[in-house]
């Protein structure tokens, strides 16, 4: 199939967006200076991921088409969890002019199927040559005339739900960067798996709003430190019962912490009013109170989650 | 000041979108899943950029602030040449922990002047470690009732016009790439700061416009091979005048070719009705016949601009 240096960079662009799916609010898509993207509610949500090598996904473990599940849904969650939908991604991508052409339609492939779980298409982007791979994805989307979810609208007496799995991604890191001397088993493999190709349960956002949720968010960089964003952004504190916290199927004491501290499974959480009864999907994990922080069964939390520059 | 190691990624957030200005078009800016930005066509253009340090910047010739100015500059040129008004810029910006703080700031400080040029405000981002910096750009704009000015709609007949500065930048490169013996003129001195911080005349966009720009875009891979662009999108054939291109101002043979093939000035190219009458700002350069490719003074011409993996 040849590298990318041989096809030349519009020769790859052509290769790479005649894969690419249109869907209907793509109004413009690729080939100009710019996309044109349906905004019908007059707003439009905008969110930006940068992916690399060797820190956001390892290319021993993950396949590109993997990498491109991965790259994609982290940012359409972020739309959902402003409780907007989806409408489209913009994919910059970075790679040395020696990757193989087939790498990089399998990510494009990722990229636009995980579109077409939330009725999204990669409408645009660029792609430059560099040492190292790098993806750039930017996910837009549309509220429908309704106000953004935001991190800040919590108030004492809401109720602290999650929806979604917790520490699986965690977990399967954990086993990707200690493999055991036998194969892995089979709830092992689905652990790893989650890491790999997480699946970010998006219907969350449109439950969200019908249950009246007054602050939601994506768990990217953990469950303690992401609830600790909406304590901040609202001017409460959060109380958290970790007995109430669903832990991944994982053999070891490290589960619980997995569960608080694991990020990237893309597990939505939210506030919600005291009256409100979250279906079997959502799981009541906490309290909203007056004051600031977070604690978890009473005890202050400090910062516990991902940091990008201290790991 | 101190590294961004020391800081974290959330202290950085801090500093870096604290210095950012909002304009009206923000809805909701820094701090959350995703920014919201008004999009009062109901549409909204959208492009994206990568730039990687020693492609398209280096820091031994570059200091954050300009290259902060550029980066912005080549997305809002985008959105501009798209007959839309810039509203809103994403970043995404993978740096080494080492980076001094100082340096992310003062690039944030060109982003967000070069932004405040057309009313457009920094609006949201991404920060990660890396072991070389890498920006990536996302510029959003509005259309504002109008249809875009796309590649596609050139007609036998047009005019081609451009406006702006034509192989500046690529001059400067010349002679940053070649340093003399001596001490640089006003005159190099001026060329080798077109390619550090490359100034748009963002008016095109609305000249453009009433104008009756059939089709229309920013001149970034140089002038012979974004006219090719327009020729294949519209279905037409492009002649160039070579004669009538304005070169930049370099005393060597290299000019016309500099001229003629050098990008990342961003000045404009387009394609209009016989009958309009371009003001001086604008250089008549060709005219739009049927056929396909672009010839100069009656040549046809290949491929001869930049191609990210074929250096």
């Known amino acids: 199939m040849g590298t990318i240096g041989e096809l030349g960079e519009f020769g790859l662009i052509g290769r790479l967006t005649g894969r690419l799916p249109q869907g209907g609010d793509v109004r413009l898509g690729p080939g100009d200076d710019a996309a044109v993207i349906a905004a019908p509610d007059g707003r439009v949500v905008a969110t930006t991921d940068l992916l690399g090598e060797g820190r956001h996904f390892r290319l021993d473990w993950s396949g590109p088409y993997d990498i491109g599940r991965k790259a994609a849904a982290q940012n359409l969650a972020d739309v959902v969890a402003m409780g907007a939908r989806p409408t489209a991604l913009l994919i910059g991508l970075a790679l040395p002019a020696a990757t193989d052409v087939g790498w990089a339609e399998r990510l494009y492939d990722g990229l636009a199927d995980e579109c077409a779980v939330v009725g999204a298409s990669v409408a645009g982007g660029d792609v430059v040559s560099a040492p190292e791979i790098t993806i750039a994805v930017t ?31 965690a977990a399967g890191l954990h086993l990707l960067q200690n493999p055991g001397p036998g194969a892995r088993t089979a709830a092992e493999q689905r652990l790893v798996q989650a890491h790999l190709r997480p699946v970010p349960p998006y219907e969350a956002g449109a439950e969200a709003r019908e249950l009246g949720a007054t602050a ?23 109380e958290v019962d970790s007995a109430a916290v669903p832990a991944p199927p994982f053999p070891g004491p490290e589960r619980r912490r997995f569960a608080l501290t694991g990020g990237e499974d893309h597990a939505f959480a939210g506030t919600f009013p005291a009256t409100a009864v979250p279906p079997p999907s959502w799981t009541v994990v906490g309290k909203v109170r007056e004051g600031r922080g977070v604690t978890l069964d009473g005890a202050v939390q400090g910062p516990g989650g991902w940091d990008h520059f201290r790991e």
């Open 139 to 169: 996910a837009l989307g549309d509220l429908g005339g309704r106000p953004p979810l935001t991190r800040s609208g919590a108030r004492p007496g809401d109720l602290v739900a999650v929806r979604g799995a917790l520490g699986h991604s």
């Open 216 to 238: 939601l968010l994506d768990v990217s960089d953990g469950l303690l430190q992401d609830l600790g964003h909406i304590a901040a952004a609202s001017g409460v504190r959060i």
